[in-house]
């Protein structure tokens, strides 16, 4: 089983959890603000130079990932193990300096790193904030501010560092053991997600199949159209075509449905869809009913699915995949931008693969012949940026035509 859908639930987490960490960072400067005005009209007694050094080291640690995350966004791997580091100094800077009583101080760094869900955060957490919780205090009694209860350092090391590094062991072990649960139950959700999604997929193939094979067609047609199609829709997006609407799951959800742009040939007759020769204008009026026909089918059978995306590309596809760039296409003769940007696609790869295969009343064409069918189509019969897009994979769609995707 792939880990794609797990490192993509990881990922995706870690970027919401920079962003929080941000917020969670900035509201405890909030906080020490208060606390520092409080100090400054006499209703708490801090020494106003370790105050002031303080909080203005913290200002810095504190704000400094919600600068970060503006100016670079919150995609770096590495963010969460900087985000720690600076709780963590943080940490030091307030038992160093003002006081080493505020025990929650020193859950700080462990409580970030545990929103990552990562064991090696959780390891790099534990470690850096024992360290710190030692030299914190260490710090403390060197700069001749030892508490009146440890006033010797014996006493600082056997009553004070000893009892706060087993709280922080025991926190950790805590922390580690959560993480790894929620970590195991997140790959198990992304495993089932996946099995899910290869069921669907299968479901949806050999839905397919059925409704080509009838008119000779195998499932080569499908599974080709679906690879053009995803294809065509990541080099528009690499050259920042539509850059606004196609997406990582646009890709996805296009491949995913393409198969279905003709499962409204289920409705058309053996007689028609099955003619060896030239239909008449009769039959060709019944054959064109397919599109129509597919969108309703989608309609119908896809009402209960809760995926918007899903279920309207699904549609766009089936309904409009022989809609014209001129407007001379069918159902419904839109043209331009007005066809669906996915139908667009959906058209350039359905004709490339109908002309490169043999049907029931004509022979196979030459590659060469069927990409200049393309390219002569552009801006009539194709969005000549979907069109240009595809002819720039001429080597690309060669390769997948002639490597065996022909049964
Ligand atoms: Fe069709």
Same mark, same amino acid.
């Given at each position: 089983?792939?880990?794609?859908?797990?490192?993509?639930?990881i990922?995706?987490?870690?970027?919401?959890?920079?962003?929080?960490?941000?917020?969670?960072?900035?509201?405890?400067?909030?906080?020490?603000?208060?606390?520092?005005?409080?100090?400054?009209?006499?209703?708490?007694?801090?020494d106003?130079?370790?105050?002031?050094i303080?909080?203005?080291?913290?200002?810095?640690?504190?704000?400094?990932?919600?600068?970060?995350?503006?100016?670079?966004?919150? /995609?770096?791997?590495?963010?969460?193990? &900087?985000?720690? =580091?600076? %709780? $963590? #100094?943080?940490?030091?800077?307030? +038992?160093?300096?003002?006081?080493?009583?505020?025990?929650?101080?020193?859950?700080?760094?462990?409580?970030?790193?545990?929103?990552?869900?990562?064991?090696?955060?959780?390891?790099?957490?534990?470690?850096?904030?024992?360290?710190?919780?030692?030299?914190?205090?260490?710090?403390?009694?060197?700069?001749?501010?030892?508490?009146?209860?440890?006033?010797?350092?014996?006493?600082?090391?056997?009553? /004070?560092?000893?009892?706060?590094?087993? &709280?922080?062991? =025991?926190? %950790? $072990? #805590?922390?580690?053991?959560?993480? +790894?649960?929620?970590?195991?139950?997140?790959?198990?959700?992304a495993?089932?997600?996946?099995?899910?999604?290869?069921y669907?997929?299968?479901?949806?193939?050999?839905?397919?199949?059925?409704?080509?094979?009838?008119?000779?067609?195998?499932?080569?047609?499908?599974?080709?159209?679906?690879?053009?199609?995803?294809?065509?829709?990541?080099?528009?997006?690499?050259?920042?075509?539509?850059?606004?609407?196609?997406?990582e799951?646009?890709?996805?959800?296009?491949?995913?449905? $393409?198969p279905?742009?003709?499962?409204?040939?289920?409705?058309?007759?053996?007689?028609?869809?099955?003619?060896?020769?030239?239909?008449?204008?009769?039959?060709?009026?019944?054959?064109?009913?397919?599109?129509?026909?597919?969108g309703?089918?989608?309609?119908?059978?896809?009402?209960?699915?809760?995926?918007?995306e899903?279920?309207?590309?699904?549609?766009?596809?089936?309904?409009?995949?022989?809609?014209?760039?001129n407007?001379?296409?069918?159902?419904?003769?839109?043209?331009?931008?007005?066809?669906?940007?996915? $139908?667009?696609?959906?058209?350039?790869?359905?004709?490339?693969d109908?002309?490169?295969?043999?049907?029931?009343?004509?022979?196979?064409?030459?590659?060469?012949?069927?990409?200049?069918?393309?390219?002569?189509?552009?801006?009539?019969?194709?969005?000549?940026a979907?069109?240009?897009?595809?002819?720039?994979?001429?080597?690309?769609?060669?390769?997948?035509?002639?490597?065996?995707?022909?049964?």
């Amino acid at each position: 089983m792939s880990n794609k859908t797990f490192s993509k639930v990881i990922q995706k987490n870690e970027q919401d959890a920079n962003r929080t960490v941000a917020l969670v960072m900035a509201i405890t400067f909030a906080f020490f603000t208060v606390i520092y005005i409080l100090n400054l009209v006499g209703v708490f007694v801090i020494d106003t130079v370790p105050m002031n050094i303080a909080y203005f080291t913290s200002a810095v640690l504190l704000l400094l990932p919600s600068v970060i995350n503006k100016a670079a966004g919150t /995609s770096s791997r590495k963010l969460k193990y &900087i985000y720690v =580091s600076l %709780s $963590a #100094l943080f940490l030091l800077v307030i +038992t160093s300096v003002l006081t080493y009583h505020v025990v929650v101080v020193y859950a700080f760094p462990i409580a970030i790193a545990g929103m990552y869900f990562s064991k090696n955060v959780t390891r790099f957490s534990s470690v850096i904030t024992a360290v710190v919780t030692v030299c914190g205090q260490l710090i403390a009694f060197w700069l001749g501010r030892p508490d009146d209860n440890f006033p010797t350092f014996h006493s600082l090391v056997i009553y /004070s560092i000893l009892p706060r590094l087993l &709280i922080l062991i =025991s926190f %950790s $072990a #805590l922390l580690t053991h959560m993480t +790894t649960r929620t970590s195991t139950l997140l790959k198990e959700d992304a495993e089932n997600y996946e099995q899910q999604v290869l069921y669907n997929q299968n479901m949806i193939y050999g839905f397919a199949m059925l409704v080509e094979n009838r008119d000779e067609n195998t499932g080569g047609h499908i599974r080709r159209t679906s690879i053009y199609a995803g294809l065509l829709a990541e080099r528009l997006k690499e050259k920042g075509v539509c850059e606004d609407i196609i997406t990582e799951d646009y890709i996805n959800c296009l491949t995913m449905v $393409a198969p279905l742009h003709d499962i409204g040939k289920i409705a058309i007759p053996d007689s028609v869809l099955c003619k060896p020769g030239k239909l008449t204008d009769e039959e060709f009026e019944i054959m064109k009913s397919h599109s129509a026909r597919g969108g309703e089918i989608i309609k119908e059978t896809f009402s209960r699915i809760p995926d918007e995306e899903y279920k309207t590309m699904a549609y766009e596809v089936a309904r409009y995949h022989h809609e014209k760039w001129n407007g001379r296409g069918y159902p419904e003769g839109l043209s331009g931008e007005a066809i669906p940007l996915s $139908a667009r696609i959906m058209a350039v790869a359905d004709v490339f693969d109908a002309v490169s295969e043999k049907r029931c009343y004509r022979d196979a064409m030459p590659l060469e012949k069927c990409f200049s069918i393309i390219e002569e189509g552009s801006g009539r019969d194709f969005d000549p940026a979907v069109a240009e897009a595809f002819l720039e994979m001429r080597e690309e769609i060669s390769r997948i035509r002639e490597s065996g995707e022909h049964a």
